[in-house]
């Protein structure tokens, strides 16, 4: 007769996908680990909005820390698992001012990580800057590697051309996708199309890429302008989070995509277009080398140094494009969100045990 092993219990914040966080990859994060972890056989999982008063977790995961926001209580019940996907704002505290209110709460986010069993976090690069900026002794800190979502592969030709019509993308284009917010670098991969020829246009994908009263979309603006490049620079904000098909295909048309980042705490775009089979350029900072190994074109995150590696790529042979995304798609099959999901439970079971 078999045994029965006991099920480990488990309470997963949730509230990521019930707010603005939702669309953005603290979002997609949470709900690829609810799902992947209810899954598993011996996991019971009840999401944090579930009505489930019997339920008692052995230990209770939030798979979002802000930094500036109360989001870990300070007293817990259970022991209790965080996830920290990186310190962006302290890296860059006059980009990012917290102000007096985020300042307090930055104290009180710190004095509430005092009691976790453990922090997770996307990449060896944040785990050194949290232990650094947190102040989180570096033992606690246990680095889980993301995943692209499965979903993204490259698609049939029909639909490429059926995504190409709907959104009248140009027929030579560099690709980036993500958000606008500093350490994204954006004004330099704009300036970068002044050294590419004049047939490469830039698309940018994004729901922020849009008129808005804020200083990031003023850098962009301003950057496209003194670049003299408003013919060639594309916005693309209506593609949302779940449009796997039309994203697919808007990274399987690109000649290269582009990651300009000053820093990324992992970098899941890169994933995303080797999935697609298409050629990475990316900025050598951050977690970036850790997430592209040695399938992406690394640059200094200037707008010169970006172009010449696009350029090598543009110049690539059939035979040597062919053999490159090959080689770039094996890489990102060795991510899989369940390895990420197996990985996670190891960090429950050791604190556990």
Known sequence: MAIQTKKMKVLLDTSPLADANALRGVGMYTRSLAEYLEKEENIKVKRSGDKDKDFQPDLIHYPFFDLFISTLPLVKSKPTVVTIHDVIPLL???????????????????????????????????????????????????????????????????????????????????????????????????????????????????????EQNIPEWRWVKAQVTMSEVEKRVIYLNEILGDADQELSAIYAQAEVYVQPSLYEGFGLPVLEAMQCKTPVVSSNQGSLPEVGGAFALYTQPEAEKMAQRVEEILKWDTKKRKQAIKNAYNWSQIFSWKKTVQATIKVYEQILS
């Open 92 to 210: 860059y505290p006059k980009q990012y001012e917290p102000g007096l209110k985020g300042t307090i709460k930055l104290k009180k986010q710190k004095l509430a990580l005092n009691t976790v069993k453990a922090v997770i976090t996307d990449s060896k690069t944040s785990k050194r800057d949290i232990h650094q900026h947190l102040g989180v002794p570096i033992d606690k800190i246990h680095v889980v590697y993301l995943a692209a979502n499965p979903k993204l592969k490259k698609p049939e030709k029909k639909i490429v051309n059926k995504v190409i019509k709907k959104y009248q993308l140009p027929e030579k284009y560099i690709l980036y996708v993500g958000d606008i917010n500093y350490n994204k670098n954006l004004p330099q991969l704009i300036k970068s199309l002044r050294f590419l020829p004049e047939k490469i246009k830039l698309v940018l994908v994004g729901k922020n890429f849009k």
